[in-house]
C-alpha cells in the first residue's frame, strides 16, 4: 500500500486545519489508520488512530482538539486539527496498521510520505 499525507501548511496559533490521507494499492478498510508526527530532533510520536470498527484513539495532548475520520469508500483518513498550538508543528504521517483485524499504537507500517505543519506563535 501507499500512502500520501497533505494538506499541511502554515497556520496561526488558534487556527485550523485538516490534513488528508489518501491510500492506493490495496483497501485499507479492514486495518486500523494512525496519524504520527514527528517534530525537528524529536522521535516520532503517536497522535491518533482510528481501527476499522471506527474506534477512536487520541494522544492526550491532542484530546478536544483533533478529530480523526475516515472515509472507506474512498480510502481515505482526515485529521481535522483546530486550536492549533506552536507545539503541534510536525511532519504528520498517516501509516496503517501492520495486520487486519489489529490494532495497538506500536503496530503501524506503510508510513509514506508526510505533510508539514507549521503552527506559528
Known amino acids: 500500500v501507499q500512502l500520501q499525507a497533505s494538506g499541511g501548511g502554515l497556520v496561526q496559533a488558534g487556527g485550523s486545519l485538516r490534513l488528508s490521507c489518501a491510500a492506493s494499492?490495496?483497501?485499507?478498510?479492514?486495518?486500523?489508520m494512525g496519524w504520527f508526527r514527528q517534530a525537528p530532533g524529536k522521535e516520532r510520536e503517536f497522535v491518533s488512530a482510528?481501527?476499522?470498527?471506527?474506534?477512536?484513539d487520541y494522544e492526550d495532548s491532542v484530546k478536544g482538539r483533533f478529530t480523526i475520520s475516515r472515509d472507506n469508500a474512498n480510502n481515505r483518513v482526515y485529521l481535522q486539527m483546530n486550536s492549533l498550538k506552536p507545539e503541534d508543528t510536525a511532519v504528520y504521517y498517516c501509516?496503517?496498521?501492520?495486520?487486519?483485524?489489529?490494532?495497538?499504537?506500536?503496530?503501524?507500517?506503510?508510513w509514506g510520505q508526510g505533510t508539514q505543519l507549521t503552527v506559528s506563535s
Open positions: 501509516p496503517t496498521g501492520r495486520r487486519p483485524h489489529y490494532y495497538t499504537r506500536s503496530d503501524f507500517g506503510s
Open positions: 494499492g490495496r483497501t485499507v478498510r479492514n486495518y486500523a
Open positions: 482510528i481501527t476499522w470498527t471506527g474506534t477512536l
